[in-house]
């Protein structure tokens, strides 16, 4: 089946009509998935958003509870459940791959994230193919193909004047259901594209398994300035901190994003701090991406999105350290 | 003698970041700055079942949450024993009997009391460091017939900094077969007891580690003295037990800041034998 | 331009191998094309790495900062590095005896991508450097930019409720990365008003009332210091307009203290920490 271009917006419109959906746009100058609105112009053409779409599952602030004091004195705790049906639609292979890794991370591993798991259950994952990318992107180096995101409830492939459209989950063919009447019969031409950034990720794990404390980090953590910028455009980037917010009687707890970056991550009541500076932290960042995670389910955390490559302001650089890597005997 | 073999990552549950409200149903000054309280549901309930080493999560709720080992247990309670050294601590220490506090968990692993039966015990521990380490001493009173010869070694910086003074003088050394040493690091009036660091004081006591498992937990500096000084005793790093302290927010491994390589101290932790944490990266 | 390049290099070079210095810090090849990065260098062989050219958009009078007490050490000054160091020195956040300044003068960097002069560039007041221990090349002579207060203005032109909602706009963008602080020569806190957890000043949730806290928070804890290098905002990854914050303030205090900028020479005290008997008080 496709979808013509000239659908693309009805098909929108029919979507919001039972749940938010998500398209890449640019909001106030920056590029990121915002909620469709009906005189949206289309921007399904952005390479990549500045601000990665994990927000959709795990917001920057999300209320986890109301707690307070009743008018017994008994203390009270009120869950709390934001959770809507969503659809993301034009999302790429690099952010997708990074909801897998999330699935893992909050799905996983004997405790099931309540939070994060209301929201995965109703999101519905349109991916769009790329045909075209940045001088940042690297995803087909991390073992990911651009144009194919297996995971994605359904598949757009980019022609001419039409998309491609396949299902690949239940939940997929479910929706397509509610597309019908935008679809029609036939095919488009995709050209096939590679990303022209390339890192070999050969031996790179098991040669991080012995660089603990090998003096690259000590060298490249010198220009990092510790602020959180790569962990927060990070797609997959996904630690947060729990706080609260008190007024009078009540409050709520929250989480919200931090960052392995910031001294105060790790920072224990009393004096000590196993990272105490950018060096540990640094290196903690990327072991997590190269090494940690994939001890611990079976994956690399770097997608290949690009995003702290390009915004990191003083250019350290995932790729080069990669590079790097390679060259190295250890 | 078998293996010492510890469960990793071994904890599960539902629901697991939203805490049941609680009452401190007891208050125990252990020291100017330790307390000890002791928990129950509004129901006369045990606010979780747990194993000894286990983790929960205690919140003042209106200032905020903060991991503590459970240090005892009983068949409708739990204890905690809490340091005033930041917010959340200083907040639950201007608490009462009755007031009420959040609790969830039980978070992490827990020492492996299955595989060291038949073993004699040896728990190393200074000032706080004693709360995690009586959860499993405890259990082996409890279980006393599946464990040797019981010794404990424990040091504060001073007499007043000691905490659980009436186990230490009154009830642990009348269990049997039970050896409880105490010293202090300061000397001061009314303390005729031993005045050494904890590791000299390991070394001096002579603690035979024939068919023995030591268990160890305290600050970074006693940490380090201590397992050298097991170590130069003749214990292996397979037979030396320890429970390691990290900053903890969700306590269910998702929120990434207590990590040791790819390990959480929360979920995979916190307890392991020496020889599991030197395969570890050592950012502890 | 690439005589610079040339001059640094020896510069370099001779300064490492003699030991006057123990690290240069210039910049360096980026991956991509006309991208350059932060580069330190201790080993004098390494010096052929050392670039210059129209893109070292990096400010690396910072860095001075953080590398101090390990030793001596040299690095490139324009005239933004160059009034970095002088703000650290009037600050006393940095002696001068423990940096060698090899001076450059600018005639402005451009961004990699547009090959446009940058902003920070085109509203730069002092293109050569106002400190240095050798000047290499030429002082350049640069117009003063036009009124570099044109988006403060528009902004005071504003009604309350469009300056409201024109703010609410730039703060609902604000991620909470902190790149402006940490990139910031002014910003040299041993710990920043946002890291004291236990003061409790910041709330670490992401809306608008917490993000505007910690802007105007830093602006005004920047006050007086701000040298106008323009790092923050082009830092900034989702491009506020930081800088009109910190024109604001400057605007203010030349109508009411009179003109006066930042970082041109190492004494101190700033207008905001000087008391005079005539000191307007308005506010009072």
Sequence with gaps: ?330 | MSKIEISHGCAFGEKPLIPQICNIIGIVEETSDVKTFRIQTPEGKKPFECRPGQLGMLSAMFTGESMFCVADQGDDYIEFTVKRVGMVTEELHSLSVGAQVGVRGPYGNWFPTESCKGRNMVFVAGGIGLAPVRAFLSYTLKHREDYGTITLVYSASNKDDLVFKKELFEVWPNEPDTHVNVSVYHACDGWEGEVCYTAPFLEKLGISTENAAAVLCGGPSLYRTCSEGLRKLGFADEDIITTLEMRMKCGVGKCGRCNIGGKFICLDGPVFTLAELAGLPSDV | MSAIEDKIRIRTKELLESGEVAEFIGWGKGRFENQTSPLFIKDPSRVDELVYNDYCVNTLGKYAYQMKGDGKIALCVRGCDARAINRMLSDKALNREDVYLLGIPCEGMRDRKTNEVLKKCQECRHHNPVVYDELLGEEVEFPLPENRFVEVEAIEQMSTQERADYFDTVFSKCIRCYACRDVCPCCTCNQCFVDQREADWQGKQSNIPENRFFGLTRAFHVGDRCIECGECERVCPMGLPLMSLNRKLIKDMNTLFGEFEAGMGDEGPDVLRTYKLDDVEEFM
């Design chain 1, 1 to 330: 089946m496709i979808l013509k271009k000239e659908n693309v917006q009805n098909l929108l419109d029919e979507l919001s009509k039972s749940a938010l959906v998500f398209v890449p746009k640019e909001v106030d100058g920056v590029l990121k998935f915002a909620p469709f609105k009906s005189a949206d112009e289309m921007t399904l053409d952005i390479i990549n958003t500045t601000l990665p779409p994990k927000d959709l599952l795990f917001p920057q602030t999300q209320k986890m509870y109301r707690y307070g004091i009743d008018a017994d004195g008994k203390m009270y705790v009120d869950p709390s459940d934001d959770s809507a049906e969503q659809v993301v639609f034009g999302i790429r292979t690099c952010d997708m791959q990074s909801i897998v890794c999330m699935d893992d991370v909050f799905l996983t591993k004997g405790f099931v994230d309540e939070f994060y798991q209301a929201k995965r259950d109703k999101l519905l994952t349109v991916a769009i193919g790329c045909n075209k990318v940045a001088e940042t992107c690297f995803c087909d180096s991390m073992g990911l193909d651009p144009q194919n995101s297996p995971t994605a409830d359904i598949q757009l492939l980019e022609g001419d004047d039409a998309y491609s459209v396949v299902a690949q989950t239940e939940k997929g063919e479910k929706a397509l259901e509610s597309w019908k009447p935008f679809l029609s019969e036939g095919s488009v031409e995709v050209p096939k594209i590679e990303c022209a950034l390339k890192v070999d990720m050969t031996g790179v794990k098991d040669k991080l398994d012995r660089m603990f404390d090998h003096p690259i980090w000590e060298e490249l953590s010198a220009k990092c300035l510790a602020c959180g910028t790569c962990t927060y455009v990070c797609p997959t980037c996904h630690c947060f901190d729990i706080s609260q917010e008190n007024k009078m009687k009540d409050g709520v707890r929250f989480r919200c994003w931090d960052s392995c970056m910031f001294s105060e991550y790790t920072q224990m009541a009393g004096d000590h701090n196993p990272r105490p500076t950018k060096k540990e932290r640094l290196r903690n960042r990327f072991m997590h991406k190269l090494c940690f995670f994939e001890d611990r389910y079976g994956k690399t955390l770097c997608v290949g999105c690009g995003r702290c490559v390009e915004k990191c302001p003083v250019s350290v650089d995932i790729t080069c350290l990669i590079d790097q890597i390679g060259e190295f005997d250890v």
